[in-house]
Nanobody
């Protein structure tokens, strides 16, 4: 069973930075892609960023130029560096991974970590 465990959330002032970490229970190369989603109170969960197995990345327009996804294959870790944080970045952030087996995709989620940005 796949486990994804996030850490690094917290309270930060606007303009500050945080780095979120996601520890996977198996090689991150076993996933077709990994990434981060977030969900603010009263809103739907939304994509923040993803990285594919070959290293291609994409970002939501709202975080481009401020957030960076990276990974450490040896440590089975994926990171989200968040700079120039804004109050609207406040949300629970979830690590997400997609694996594929016999033509079928499976989604895996972490438990989430709270990020609160004060104005």
């Amino acid at each position: 069973q796949v486990q994804l465990v996030e850490s690094g959330g917290g309270l930060v002032q606007a303009g500050g930075s945080l780095r979120l970490s996601c520890a996977a229970s198996r090689s991150i190369f076993s996933f077709n892609r990994m990434g981060w989603y977030r969900q603010a109170p009263g809103k739907q969960r939304e994509l923040v960023t993803t990285v594919t197995r070959d290293g291609s990345t994409n970002y939501a327009d709202s975080v481009k130029g401020r957030f960076t996804i990276s990974r450490d294959n040896a440590k089975k870790m994926v990171y989200l560096q968040m700079n120039s944080l804004k109050p609207e970045d406040t949300a629970v952030y979830y690590c997400h991974a997609v694996s594929r087996l016999l033509e079928r995709e499976y989604e895996h989620w972490g438990q989430g970590t709270q990020v609160t940005v004060s104005s």
